[in-house]
């Protein structure tokens, strides 16, 4: 905090931490020719097999900058640090700043459920996100729909945030799959999800369902059972 930094050439000075997971940071950031406010993610790689996931996290949140129910996307840029074979990079992710918090955060703060319209408002933002996810081609899986991943903006919109966890990628276990492939599976999905989020066929993968773009509406049916109850119905 308090450090200036050039991402794409827009100068920022960083004003404070707003959270942190895996292996990216995220900041409140101030631009210093106009004094708007950004969100600024900075993730710091390690490893070659990371670099791709954060290019496709950044490239996922540029494509769908015009769907305005997903924060925004305003530019980013990446830094290279390493030493021979040592990998170390550094991207840095500038993006809307949603001055509300998250949803998780309101509903603490008011200790009770979302009126009717606002339920409906919620709920038709996040419809219209998965929208524009599912219906890309390939369809992309959010992974990880929750309320923390909800955020208000300064004007009372909600959006949705973190494409770190997408994917395109669809699984069938069956019959056949054995204890590897199953472990392997399950270790993905525990590492790109939130347990009481997660769909049956995510937690017990012996069903052999199919796990796809499915998942993303069990999660946002969740969503809604919270914001009209202020409880999560699997705590």
Excluded at 4 to 11: C, I, M, P, R, Y
Excluded at 138 to 164: F, M, Q, W, Y
Excluded at 202 to 209: G, H
């Amino acid at each position: 905090s308090g450090s200036q930094v050039e991402v794409d050439g827009l100068q920022v000075q960083v004003t404070r931490l707003l959270g942190e997971g895996g292996y990216a940071f995220i900041y409140a950031a101030r631009e210093q020719a106009t004094g708007k406010e950004f969100a600024l993610k900075r993730f710091l790689v390690f490893e070659e097999s990371k670099v791709s996931e954060v290019v496709a996290e950044i490239r996922l949140i540029k494509e769908l900058k015009e769907q305005g129910d997903m924060v925004s996307f305003v530019t980013a840029a990446s830094v290279d640090h390493s030493q021979g074979k040592k990998v170390n990079k550094e991207f840095l992710l500038l993006m809307e700043l949603c001055s509300g918090g998250d949803l998780a955060q309101l509903l603490r703060r008011t200790a009770a459920p979302l009126s009717p319209p606002n339920v409906c408002l919620v709920l038709g933002c996040l419809a219209r996100a998965l929208r524009a996810l599912h219906a890309r081609s390939p369809p992309v899986t959010h992974r990880d729909i929750k309320l923390e991943n909800l955020l208000v903006s300064a004007e009372g919109c909600v959006k949705l945030c973190d494409l770190g966890s997408a994917t395109t990628s669809v699984h069938s276990p069956g019959p056949d799959w054995n204890m590897n492939q199953r472990t392997v599976l399950e270790d993905e999905l525990a590492k790109y999800s939130t347990p009481m989020y997660r769909a049956p066929e995510m937690l017990d993968t012996w069903s052999n369902f199919p796990i796809n773009q499915a998942v993303d509406i069990w999660a946002a049916g969740l969503v809604l059972y919270a914001v009209c109850f202020n409880k999560h119905p699997f705590e």
